[in-house]
Nanobody, 121 residues
Framework: QVQLVESGGGLVQPGGSLRLSCAAS????????MAWYRQAPGKQRELVAS???????NYADSGKGRITISRDNAENTMYLQMNSLKPEDTAVYYC???????????????WGQGTQVTVSS
């Protein structure tokens, strides 16, 4: 099996920073794109940022200039550095990865359990 585990969420004041981590483990052969999504109460899950194996990144307009996504391919880990946080960034943040399991030819998407980020004074 494959597990994605997020960490680093919490309560932060407006203008503060947080660094989220996502560690992938299990019977992994290869990982393609990885991404962070978020879901605020009463809203649909939305893409925050994504990163390819080669390091190419894509950001939602809401996070451009404030958020940086990165990954460590050797450690199967992804990060999300969030600066200048706003109350509207409050959401559960989910890790997503396109993973090929050992012994299987196809890639499929896996999700973490989510980590809560609350921006409030």
């Amino acid at each position: 099996q494959v597990q994605l585990v997020e960490s680093g969420g919490g309560l932060v004041q407006p203008g503060g920073s947080l660094r989220l981590s996502c560690a992938a483990s299990g019977s992994i052969s290869s990982i393609n794109a990885m991404a962070w999504y978020r879901q605020a109460p009463g809203k649909q899950r939305e893409l925050v940022a994504s990163v390819t194996t080669g390091g190419s990144t894509n950001y939602a307009d809401s996070g451009k200039g404030r958020i940086t996504i990165s990954r460590d391919n050797a450690e199967n880990t992804m990060y999300l550095q969030m600066n200048s946080l706003k109350p509207e960034d409050t959401a559960v943040y989910y890790c997503n990865a396109d993973v090929q399991r050992l012994g299987y030819p196809m890639f499929r998407a896996y999700w973490g359990q989510g980590t809560q980020v609350t921006v409030s004074s």
